[in-house]
């Protein structure tokens, strides 16, 4: 017997912010922490936290809800450049820094005690202390929306040896779970592709039309 459903009401009376966090933590759904950075026309560089993030296709393209008044749109938009950096739990006091909303021009790697370092085929930095990063062109936008183009990638050499399960305990990735909370992978388990495998036999996998 499926359990009872109820509507998602938010409580009347709650300010701006007290609605965005309550969305967020009945939204259940998990999502990774990144750092997005960026520079201006200038050349200025700029970091802030994003948790409305995915994967749109592996180390491909990318995609994630950025305000059009936060200097990251404008940034991206401006430049048509930007860079998805992978914090882990070691730094994830320093990281916070970069999701205050500072002035214009200030620069929040700096600000937030981390180090920028050079990327490979765009102009924004990469941050040294993070431990995956995706290089990324502006595909296009739409309202809160950014997809990127994923140019260029690069991992710390630990994340590419041993098995998936050992790489990701290394990570110590965060996964935000609404209200000023984290959570890690913990347990690991295998998806039932058994049963995948059985019905797949008959229903290959489309590869589109000639």
């Not at 701006?16 to 999502?31: A, D, F």
């Not at 102009?123 to 502006?138: G, N, Q, S, V, Y």
């Not at 996964?175 to 909370?181: P, V, Y």
């Amino acid at each position: 017997m499926s359990a009872m459903k109820v509507s998602l009401l938010a409580l009347e009376g709650l300010s701006p912010s007290q609605l965005l966090n309550w969305k967020r933590e009945m939204q259940l759904i998990v999502r990774p922490v990144v750092v997005i950075s960026t520079v201006d026309r200038e050349g200025n560089p700029n970091a802030a936290l994003k948790t409305n993030f995915m994967i749109l296709k592996a180390l491909e393209a990318v995609a994630f809800h950025c305000f059009p008044f936060h200097d990251t749109y404008e940034n991206i938009v401006d430049t048509g450049e930007f860079v998805v950096n992978l914090p882990s739990e070691e730094i994830a006091e320093k990281v916070m820094v970069t999701a205050v909303d500072f002035p214009p021009k200030v620069n929040e790697i700096e600000k937030a005690g981390l180090t920028a370092i050079p990327s490979e085929k765009v102009k924004p930095p990469r941050i040294a202390e993070c431990k995956l990063h995706m290089e990324c062109k502006l595909k296009w936008y739409k309202d809160t929306i950014i997809v990127g183009e994923v140019v260029a990638a690069s991992a710390d050499e630990e994340l590419i040896q041993g098995g998936y399960e050992e790489r990701q305990r290394r990570l110590r990735q965060m996964l935000f779970l609404g209200d000023w909370k984290y959570g890690k992978i913990g347990q690991v388990s295998e998806l039932p592709h058994k049963t995948y495998d059985t019905y797949v036999k008959h229903n290959p996998f489309r590869t589109g039309k000639p």
